[in-house]
């Protein structure tokens, strides 16, 4: 089975600290994608890689980074926190066999204040 | 990109069959069709994924018709453990990258 693991299950932050969410797949899938999910508006992309050290802005970029140095790591940073950036971020992944089909990480309720 | 459009919510019974229609009539020549999924404090689950015409698997079907502007997630005979939130996603392929939006999703509840 995919395993897609995130760092932690709950986060709690002040604003102005710099967040590092990471994300690791074992299945050497070529996609990882990071979403933020909030009531009523469903999941929106943040950023999404395709390849080692490539990356592409999802619909949400602003106040996001991120990182991928390895295939198999992606790293979501927040580089000043602001309370507007609690969320429930989820990470994915997926293989350009089936780009469609992508495999989700637990999730990361990050809670600003 | 692609936009979807779902119903925000649907009211079923155990034992009968689900239709859950989403609309994406800018859907591009490249993008697939994928369904999602999701139940409270987890992640999104792979529903299945089409091109055009129907897509059945052992969980759901996927009807798309010949324009591609909409298309239908069936879940045959519901139980309560199907209640949870779908998701219709539209996304193309790599290279280039793998756009994708998520809708807002179907919240489907299942009552006995």
């Known amino acids: 089975d995919v395993k897609v693991t995130q760092s932690s299950r709950y986060l709690v932050k002040r604003t102005g600290e710099k967040v590092f969410l990471e994300c690791v797949q074992d299945?050497?899938?070529?996609?990882m994608f990071w979403y933020r999910q909030d009531p009523g508006l469903g999941l929106r992309l943040i950023y999404f890689?395709?390849?080692?050290?490539?990356?592409e802005k999802g619909d949400i970029p602003e106040g996001y980074s991120v990182s991928r140095e390895k295939k198999e790591r992606f790293s979501l940073i927040l580089e000043s926190a602001s309370t507007n950036q609690t969320s429930m971020y989820l990470c994915a992944s997926s293989s350009n066999d089936i780009p469609g089909e992508q495999y989700f990480g637990p999730g990361t309720r990050l809670t600003v204040t | 990109l692609a936009k979807t459009t779902q119903p925000i919510s649907m009211d079923s019974y155990e034992g009968q069959e689900v239709n859950i229609t989403c609309s994406h009539n800018n859907i591009a020549t490249n993008d697939y069709i994928t369904w999602y999924q999701q139940f409270p404090s987890q992640g999104p689950r792979f529903i299945i994924q089409g091109y055009k015409t129907k897509v059945t698997n052992e969980v759901a079907s996927l009807f798309i018709p010949a324009d591609r502007k909409s298309s239908t997630l069936s879940l045959p005979r519901v139980s309560l453990s199907d209640t949870a939130v779908y998701y219709c996603?539209?996304?193309?392929?790599?290279?280039?990258?793998?756009?994708?939006?998520f809708g807002a999703g179907t919240r489907l509840f299942v009552k006995a």
């Open positions: 996603l539209v996304g193309d392929l790599p290279p280039g990258g793998f756009k994708t939006i």
């Open positions: 299945m050497d899938h070529e996609n």
């Open positions: 890689s395709y390849d080692v050290k490539m990356k």
